[in-house]
């Protein structure tokens, strides 16, 4: 099974369109980064000089005294509201600045790749990875050396997921780079935290982000070997996809479904002003996260077992 998954891993990084939008992804990584960070570094200064000219505001240009005591009892509770916003704009901060850290840019291109842009990305190369090859004929000696489609299907599910995760650690670098060499001096932010706690996270992330994925690319692989055609796999994996999305906010259900489970197991918060544009949370649920995505994984695992009991009944090519 292993110089499947490698030979398919291979094949796809020397896939035209899979280099391209890779090259996309990782670009476009870098530009959410960068904007991330100039609107959380621009956000911490405005509220900090609004701090600073309130508390000196009523030492200045006010003549009479009625004036400046009027201005000093409303003082407090501007100061307050403002302290508030800098708190709010100060965690954002340190969330942005993962883009800026070796090791915690990891966390920002995981939780992008795990949004809507990187499962677009799935989709996309998928649907011409896999159902590209029924559309063009070269099914055919893939399964004269690999005779079990379940096995063939199995290892490019493997490489796709293999390929995501080396995009990921690519994109990373390249948007880590560029913080520690520019950003850090033109969008200064506040340290994303202690090594330890930014480990820590980053493995949590990564471990959860890792799980979106695979079930991600395992929906995928499965749909273009339904489908069998490119744009007609493509298509139905993105309306699989806004389905996802909408129907996160249902109502007492919206928690157990993958669009309320999944974005909650890899973190998103209303603070992660990039990838809550891709995907609102909006469930709230105290149930933890893991267990909320049985349902998903039991799903993905039906499909599974419906491609394979289809390709026992039927031709496979």
Request: glycine content about 8%; hydrophobic content about 50%; aromatic content about 8%.
């Amino acid at each position: 099974m292993r110089p499947l998954i490698l030979g398919e891993y291979r094949r796809l990084c020397r896939h035209p369109l899979g280099m391209t939008l890779a090259v996309l992804f990782v670009l476009g990584s870098l530009y959410c980064a960068l904007g991330s960070q100039s609107s959380a570094s621009e956000s911490l200064k405005n509220v900090r000089s609004n701090i600073e000219m309130v508390a000196q505001g009523c030492e200045t240009g006010l003549n009479s005294p009625e004036q400046k005591a009027l201005c000093l009892k409303s003082v407090p509770l501007e100061l307050k509201t403002l302290h508030q916003y800098e708190v709010n704009f100060t965690e954002y901060g340190r969330r942005a600045a993962n883009g800026q850290h070796p090791v915690a840019s990891l966390i920002w291109t995981m939780k992008l790749a795990a949004s809507i842009p990187g499962l677009a990305l799935v989709i996309f190369v998928t649907a011409f990875f896999v159902a590209g090859e029924w559309s063009r004929g070269s099914i055919v000696p893939r399964l004269l050396y690999e005779a079990r489609l379940s096995r063939l299907l199995s290892a490019k599910a493997a490489a796709v997921w293999m390929w995501m995760l080396t995009l990921v650690v690519a994109s990373s670098a390249v948007t880590a780079t560029f913080g520690m060499l520019y950003s850090r001096t033109a969008y200064p932010l506040p340290s994303p935290g202690a090594l330890g706690e930014v480990l820590a996270e980053t493995a949590t992330v990564l471990v959860a982000g890792g799980a979106v994925l695979a079930a991600a690319t395992a929906t995928a692989v499965a749909i273009a070997a339904l489908v069998r055609l490119p744009l007609r796999s493509a298509l139905v994996g993105f309306l699989l996809l806004v389905l996802v999305v909408q129907t996160a906010g249902t109502p007492v259900v919206g928690a157990w479904l993958p669009g309320g489970a999944l974005p909650d197991m890899v973190g998103f918060g209303g603070l992660d002003r990039v990838w809550d544009h891709f995907w609102v949370v909006s469930t709230h649920s105290t149930v933890p996260a893991v267990l909320r995505t049985v349902p998903t994984l039991l799903a993905v695992a039906l499909l599974w077992t419906f491609l394979q009991r289809r390709s026992r009944t039927r031709d496979l090519v």
